[in-house]
Each structure stands twice: as C-alpha cells, then as structure tokens.
C-alpha cells in the first residue's frame, strides 16, 4: 500500500582542560581551501552533543570554540577556528606551536576508524589539574585531540578526547573510547536562514498489513516536531521561506524462525528504510537537510521505534532552524 500526501562520563573526575577555549590569534578573512582535502570552511550551526563525562571546565571569560555556532576558515597552509572573532589558528603542516605551557599542532590525515580524510588537531598540556573521586586537586599533564571530518551528507562531526594523569605517574594505557570524549554534528547555516514554515510530503509502503505504518500517527509526529520547532506547517509552498520536508519509510515484513526444542516459533520483523530530504522552495531547489536510517524491528515495536527515529531526526533538523536565529 502506498499513501503520498502534501499536507501544509559521567565520571568521577574532574578536569581543568583549557584544551576547549580559544585563545586570541590575528584575525585571517576566510578563504577557500585550494587542495585535495575537504573545504570545511564557512559558518556552522550544532545539532548534536554527546559527552561521556561532566566537565566544570574554568574557562574564565573565554568563549568555547566549538559553540552552537562556529566559524571555520581555511586555507593550503593554515586552519581557523572560532565562535567569535579573533579565531584560533594554527598552521596544517604539523609543526608545533608553543603558546604558555601549551603545545599545539593540526595536519590532515585518514582516520583508520571512520576513512575519512580528517583534520587532527593535537594540544599538550603540562599544567593541568585532576580529582579522582572527589579528592583535592593535584597537578596532571593532560593531552588532548580534536578530529574534525565530514560525513557523506555533508554535516561536519567533531570528536574530542581528553587525557589527563598525575605527574609523576605514567600515562595510563586506556582502550580508545574509555577516555574523555564529547562528539559534536554541526551543519552549515546558511541552508537554514530564513526558514519559517514547511510543507510535508509522505511516501509510505508496506508488503504487509503488520508493518503499515498509520498515516494519521505520521502525520500526527511530523507536525508537532516541526510546530515545537517554530515551523509553521502549512498547505501550499509559500517562497524562500518555506522548507519542503519529504518523508519516505519502506517497510517490509520479515519472518525469523525460532527452534525452542520440539517447536518452531516464528519471531515477526519490520525492516524498514526511513529517509528525511528536506529541500528548499528556491527554483531550483536546493538541499537543506538529509537523513537516513535503516530500522530492524519486532512488530511489537515498530510503531514506536520508526516514530522515535522521525521525531529524532526531524529534532536536528529544527534544531539547526533555531540555532540560527539565536545572535552569535
């Protein structure tokens, strides 16, 4: 059956890492990237956070470089990065550069993990501070690494790691992941300026009655998402304003057999393709947001899990709205 529709950690642990403020460097207007490597340059707004720790970060007056909003500048040799002007900068050849008892480099490079060309930016500390466990603080050498790659759909992720040990002590040997990691999805702004209504459009399929999703329920999660969102959803394209959300969830029934001694039970999957495009209403239209998700599920579960997985996805979507009416 088809239905197409347009209807208007946390760890004990404490640690002071100036690793995530910026530091005042010349400010470099902002300049394409003439190389083999990712043009990150431009203006980008945050989707996403996630952090396996909590940091009481003393930043002081400083403002983090990876905020809500940021500002990326590139060129062959040099690297920019900031909220707000004066940007940090540093040169992408590698070299180290000694600010305090700070030494930083960037350089671009594959990531093993993810195979995308990555930029990685290093900072050693000497002068940090740690507390395990509510103890009083002690001097610790901390080293950090901010990767910076972006994904097929064109959204910038960034991953931070932080380590820090007490001086004197050897530096602990953790499997990766076990360290301090906040991991950020920024997408750029300027799809996003100006937009305050959306028009849905719904493609909806099923080879089984078991794994049809109800129209009503879709329509029902998409328009509150979108009117939490501040987007007003309305009928008809309304201009450059207006944002065209296309929905497409394939769902197909799969049967798994389950042999439990003498009997066989059959176990009811719903696989199911769920994709958000979201374009513009600017002739031609012009993407503006993408997501994508492959859902395995019990029938059981299936309603809740794909409305969950729109909800989700259409959250960043507004999120990135709302983010970029905020002032810098």
């Given at each position: 059956?088809?239905?197409?529709?347009?209807?208007?950690?946390?760890?004990?642990?404490?640690?002071?890492?100036?690793?995530?403020?910026?530091?005042p460097?010349?400010i470099?207007?902002?300049?394409?990237?003439?190389?083999?490597?990712?043009?990150?340059?431009?203006?980008?707004?945050?989707?996403?956070?996630?952090?396996?720790?909590?940091?009481?970060?003393?930043g002081g007056?400083?403002?983090?470089?990876?905020?809500k909003?940021?500002?990326?500048?590139?060129?062959?040799?040099?690297?920019?990065?900031?909220?707000?002007?004066?940007?940090?900068?540093?040169?992408?050849?590698?070299?180290?550069?000694?600010?305090?008892?700070?030494?930083?480099?960037?350089?671009?490079e594959?990531?093993?993990?993810?195979?995308?060309?990555?930029?990685?930016?290093?900072?050693?500390?000497?002068?940090?501070?740690?507390?395990?466990?509510?103890?009083?603080?002690?001097?610790?050498?901390s080293?950090g690494?901010?990767?910076?790659?972006?994904?097929?759909?064109?959204s910038?992720?960034?991953?931070?790691?932080?380590?820090?040990?007490?001086?004197?002590?050897?530096?602990p040997?953790?499997?990766?992941?076990?360290?301090?990691e906040?991991?950020?999805?920024y997408?750029?702004?300027?799809?996003f300026?100006?937009?305050?209504?959306?028009?849905?459009?719904?493609?909806?399929?099923?080879?089984?009655?078991?794994?049809?999703l109800?129209?009503?329920?879709?329509?029902?999660?998409?328009?509150?998402?979108?009117?939490?969102?501040?987007?007003?959803?309305?009928?008809?394209?309304?201009?450059?304003?207006?944002?065209?959300?296309?929905?497409?969830?394939?769902?197909?029934?799969?049967d798994?057999?389950?042999?439990?001694?003498?009997?066989?039970?059959?176990?009811?999957?719903?696989?199911?393709?769920?994709?958000?495009?979201?374009?513009?209403?600017?002739?031609?239209?012009?993407?503006?947001?993408?997501?994508g998700?492959?859902?395995?599920?019990?029938?059981?579960?299936?309603?809740?899990?794909?409305?969950?997985?729109?909800?989700?996805?259409?959250?960043?979507?507004?999120?990135?709205?709302?983010?970029?009416?905020?002032?810098?």
């Amino acid at each position: 059956m088809v239905w197409r529709f347009l209807i208007s950690g946390v760890l004990s642990l404490t640690v002071a890492l100036p690793l995530f403020f910026q530091t005042p460097q010349s400010i470099v207007p902002p300049t394409r990237v003439p190389s083999k490597h990712p043009d990150l340059s431009g203006t980008w707004v945050r989707i996403r956070e996630n952090s396996n720790f909590f940091c009481d970060c003393l930043g002081g007056k400083t403002v983090p470089v990876f905020g809500k909003r940021m500002h990326i500048s590139l060129d062959s040799t040099h690297f920019r990065v900031g909220h707000n002007p004066p940007l940090k900068e540093l040169p992408l050849d590698g070299s180290e550069v000694h600010t305090g008892k700070f030494v930083e480099r960037a350089f671009w490079e594959v990531d093993a993990a993810t195979h995308a060309d990555t930029l990685v930016w290093l900072t050693d500390y000497t002068d940090s501070k740690i507390s395990h466990g509510g103890g009083p603080m002690v001097p610790a050498i901390s080293e950090g690494s901010i990767r910076l790659w972006l994904d097929p759909d064109g959204s910038l992720f960034v991953r931070m790691n932080s380590l820090a040990w007490a001086k004197g002590s050897e530096k602990p040997d953790y499997p990766r992941g076990s360290d301090l990691e906040t991991e950020m999805t920024y997408v750029r702004e300027q799809p996003f300026r100006g937009l305050k209504k959306a028009t849905i459009d719904f493609e909806i399929t099923a080879n089984s009655d078991v794994c049809a999703l109800p129209l009503a329920m879709v329509s029902a999660t998409v328009s509150r998402t979108l009117t939490d969102g501040k987007l007003a959803v309305v009928n008809a394209p309304g201009g450059s304003d207006t944002a065209a959300v296309h929905l497409t969830v394939h769902s197909s029934r799969r049967d798994l057999p389950n042999t439990q001694g003498p009997l066989t039970i059959n176990t009811i999957l719903c696989d199911s393709a769920v994709s958000i495009e979201i374009t513009d209403e600017k002739s031609p239209p012009s993407l503006v947001y993408r997501h994508g998700q492959y859902l395995s599920l019990s029938a059981g579960n299936f309603y809740n899990g794909v409305l969950q997985e729109i909800e989700n996805s259409l959250g960043k979507f507004t999120t990135a709205v709302g983010a970029v009416r905020l002032p810098n």
